[in-house]
């Protein structure tokens, strides 16, 4: 049950107001919280939208009930930072994020309904950034809506990466991408798609590889995939995006750095995990094949 201090700035003004200018509370959730019993109180007595607002005053918000309807499944998690709002969660290659077609049982979301429900907890998984089947990483999710609405906006990522060839130096890749044409998932960089900015930084070259650093400007579906493919440096182990399998099963990337803004406390919070050491598994292969 998050609750709020109403600063001088804000004395005065109604509810409603307070609500969205400075808890960014949505008109969708405003609009439930007037229908749940006791959904705001100041002070401990309910309040409506109207009303007006004293400095120093405490408002407390319940949200409704949610319905989950994702199966819970006990599996093993890596669990970086969780309160009452928020989980963040360090996501293994190979498992999705959430049930889709094939997979109904094996996402970090049934994970996450079984931790959960084991704990007494009643939510719903509200993912507040997804990535790709088999991107590793760090994902967050929220434990309730108002969380999830505030997170949207408040969550920068870093991104490790292996890309083929070689890298120098920083550079910015700004070019739209869309949907490629006669695929329901691959996209591709063109005219006519929607803007999306890319921002890397090389690490280091070894082995024909080389070891990036990447920060986005946008979320696109696949940005950052398409994006160094692009370029002509598609992500290792990435064959829908024109890289090899050679050497990874799976494309070479993850999502190692968090920093979000705490939707209550406004705490600005940075989570990190490593990547797997990419560069280190190829010098074993060419040791291996005596280069």
């Known amino acids: 049950m998050p609750s709020f201090v109403v600063g001088e700035e804000f004395d005065g003004i109604t509810v409603k107001a307070f609500l969205r200018r400075y808890c960014n509370v949505s008109a969708r959730l405003l609009t439930k919280l007037k229908r749940t019993e ?12 109207i009303d007006i607002l004293r400095a120093g005053e405490t408002i407390e918000l319940v949200f409704p009930s949610d319905e989950c309807f994702i199966e819970p499944v006990e599996m093993p998690l890596d669990i970086v930072f969780e309160d009452n709002d928020i989980i963040v969660l360090n996501k293994p290659p190979f498992m999705p994020v959430h049930p889709v077609h094939e997979h109904q049982l094996d996402t970090l979301a049934n994970g996450v309904m079984f931790y959960s429900r084991s704990r007494g907890e009643n939510y719903t998984f509200r993912p507040v950034n997804r990535l790709d089947r088999d991107t590793s990483g760090l994902v967050t999710a929220a434990k309730n809506s108002y969380a999830h609405s505030f997170l949207s906006s408040n969550v920068r990522k870093k991104y490790t990466a292996l890309c083929e060839g070689r890298l120098d130096g920083s ?23 929607v803007r999306a900015v890319t921002h890397y930084s090389a690490v280091k070259y070894a082995f024909g590889h080389t070891l990036l650093s990447l920060t986005l400007e946008t979320g696109r579906t696949h940005q950052i995939r398409t994006h160094l493919s692009y370029i ?39 989570l990190k995990r490593e990547a797997e050491d990419w560069l280190g598994e190829l010098e074993n292969i060419f040791n291996a094949q005596g280069y």
């Open 171 to 193: 550079g910015t890749i700004d070019m739209p991408i869309r949907l490629k044409e006669g695929h329901t998932i691959q996209r591709e960089a063109g005219d006519g798609g």
């Open 232 to 270: 002509g440096h598609p992500l290792a182990g990435d064959e829908m995006y024109g890289g090899s399998r050679r050497y990874f099963s799976r494309q070479c990337l993850h999502c190692g750095e968090l920093e979000l803004i705490h939707p209550i406390s406004r705490e600005v919070i940075v």
């Open 38 to 49: 006791n959904g705001m109180t100041v002070n401990g007595k309910t309040v409506r939208s």
